[in-house]
């Protein structure tokens, strides 16, 4: 088995925030509604079940990295796409040849202290970050080096 890799996921606390993954049955849920492809392709093809998150809370005032959950089942067709009641329908996909996928992730832990967008910006050593660089990516991938100095900026003792 490799070495787990390690994400950032983005979501708008007022969809779905890092306290309703925690207060979910067993603090696990699907990450649906995905429409992004390169998002699409990392959910469908590269996570894997022990993948590491760091949860971000974006569109809000003063965005930030506020917990970690881990990937608890790879990828598998995003099934609300098929639904015409939902936000995330889409036509085009099909339980026969689905266009999106999903993973579930489970609540592990909140930082000890958020680490903001802004102070994100501020450490040239996370500038290949993708959040960092205009990056709209809902799903992007996180460096080995950058995941343990945003957990340093956290407060979480190695």
Do not use: C
Not at 81 to 94: H, L, V
């Amino acid at each position: 088995m490799s070495a787990p890799r390690y994400w950032l996921f983005k979501s708008e606390p007022s969809s779905f925030s890092l306290s309703d993954l925690k207060n979910r049955p067993d603090a696990t849920e699907h990450w649906d509604g995905v429409r992004n492809f390169q998002a699409r392709n990392f959910l469908r093809d590269e996570i894997k079940v022990g993948d590491l998150v760091f949860f971000y809370h974006s569109n809000i005032p003063e965005p930030a990295i506020v917990g970690i959950a881990q990937v608890v089942r790879e990828g598998y067709p995003d099934f609300v796409a098929w639904d015409p009641q939902s936000n995330y329908f889409d036509p085009r996909s099909t339980p026969e040849k689905p266009v999106w996928f999903m993973v579930d992730v489970r609540f592990v832990s909140e930082l000890p202290r958020p680490v903001t967008l802004n102070e994100l910006k501020e450490i040239p050593e996370l500038a290949q970050l993708p959040l960092l660089n205009r990056s709209r990516l809902s799903i992007q991938p996180v460096s080995a080096e950058a995941w343990d100095l945003i957990l340093r900026l956290a407060g979480v003792q190695g």
